[in-house]
């Protein structure tokens, strides 16, 4: 069965640093995201992208964070001078189309912890 | 604004028995899924059964069933026969359209 794939499953990065984290969606789907859960808590969305542009983003999504679909198959977020609190397991999602009934599937996750 | 509540931290279950994880939602949107995924302790977030707000009976599959009351906007997982190995953080979700709203999360253990 086709899944997503993300990559690293664990990233250790100083504070301050750029850390990159990817993601290859199922093969046929239009629709990718990403979520945070920091642990212990729940999943938080923070974005998602459609036809090579966010389509929606929520408040975490700041400056500091990028999105970029860079070939047919990668996504990639972007964080940009990490800071300790952007510590947090990030999952990718992808789903056929944008709407209601469509569940999302998740890739296992990338653990990444500021030091 | 979109709600997901999950009131149940955690739960216990004896091996073979029914368990219910409890779930209540609030959206004005009038199209909407509803979905659990299921999140072992080694971090994955894995799907296990969808409903949508316009399916007239309640969804199953396999071991798992989703008790859907749209009055009461309440969407409670029931897994029957539990197994060992449904030991696992539970997340109900919901998605009126683009993005996913999850709720805080059942911790499930299962009891031999």
């Given at each position: 069965e086709p899944e997503v794939t993300q990559t690293p499953s664990h990233q250790v990065t100083q504070m301050g640093q750029e850390v990159i984290l990817r993601c290859v969606p199922?093969?046929?789907?239009l629709y990718f995201y990403w979520y945070r859960q920091i642990l212990g808590q729940k999943v938080e969305f923070l974005v998602s992208f459609y036809n090579n542009e966010i389509s929606e983003k929520s408040e975490i999504f700041d400056d500091q964070f990028s999105v970029e679909r860079p070939d047919g198959s990668n996504f990639t977020l972007k964080i940009r001078s990490?800071?300790?609190?952007?510590s947090a397991m990030y999952f990718c999602a992808s789903s056929v189309?944008?709407?209601?009934?469509q569940p999302q599937h998740f890739g296992d996750g990338t653990r990444l912890s500021i030091l | 604004a979109q709600k997901i509540t999950q009131t149940q931290p955690g739960m216990f279950v004896q091996e073979k028995e029914a368990v219910t994880l409890d779930c209540t939602y609030d959206t004005s949107d009038p199209s909407y899924g509803l979905f659990w995924y299921k999140q072992p302790s080694s971090g994955e977030m894995i799907f296990l059964i969808y409903q949508g707000s316009y399916d007239q009976q309640n969804a199953t599959e396999g071991r798992y069933s989703l008790n859907f009351q749209k009055a009461r906007k309440s969407a409670n997982l029931v897994i029957s026969a539990s197994q060992l190995g449904d030991s696992a953080m539970y997340f109900c979700a919901m998605n009126p359209g683009n993005q996913f709203y999850f709720g805080t999360g059942t911790s499930l253990t299962v009891i031999p």
């Amino acid at each position: 069965e086709p899944e997503v794939t993300q990559t690293p499953s664990h990233q250790v990065t100083q504070m301050g640093q750029e850390v990159i984290l990817r993601c290859v969606p199922i093969s046929n789907h239009l629709y990718f995201y990403w979520y945070r859960q920091i642990l212990g808590q729940k999943v938080e969305f923070l974005v998602s992208f459609y036809n090579n542009e966010i389509s929606e983003k929520s408040e975490i999504f700041d400056d500091q964070f990028s999105v970029e679909r860079p070939d047919g198959s990668n996504f990639t977020l972007k964080i940009r001078s990490t800071k300790l609190e952007d510590s947090a397991m990030y999952f990718c999602a992808s789903s056929v189309e944008g709407i209601a009934n469509q569940p999302q599937h998740f890739g296992d996750g990338t653990r990444l912890s500021i030091l | 604004a979109q709600k997901i509540t999950q009131t149940q931290p955690g739960m216990f279950v004896q091996e073979k028995e029914a368990v219910t994880l409890d779930c209540t939602y609030d959206t004005s949107d009038p199209s909407y899924g509803l979905f659990w995924y299921k999140q072992p302790s080694s971090g994955e977030m894995i799907f296990l059964i969808y409903q949508g707000s316009y399916d007239q009976q309640n969804a199953t599959e396999g071991r798992y069933s989703l008790n859907f009351q749209k009055a009461r906007k309440s969407a409670n997982l029931v897994i029957s026969a539990s197994q060992l190995g449904d030991s696992a953080m539970y997340f109900c979700a919901m998605n009126p359209g683009n993005q996913f709203y999850f709720g805080t999360g059942t911790s499930l253990t299962v009891i031999p």
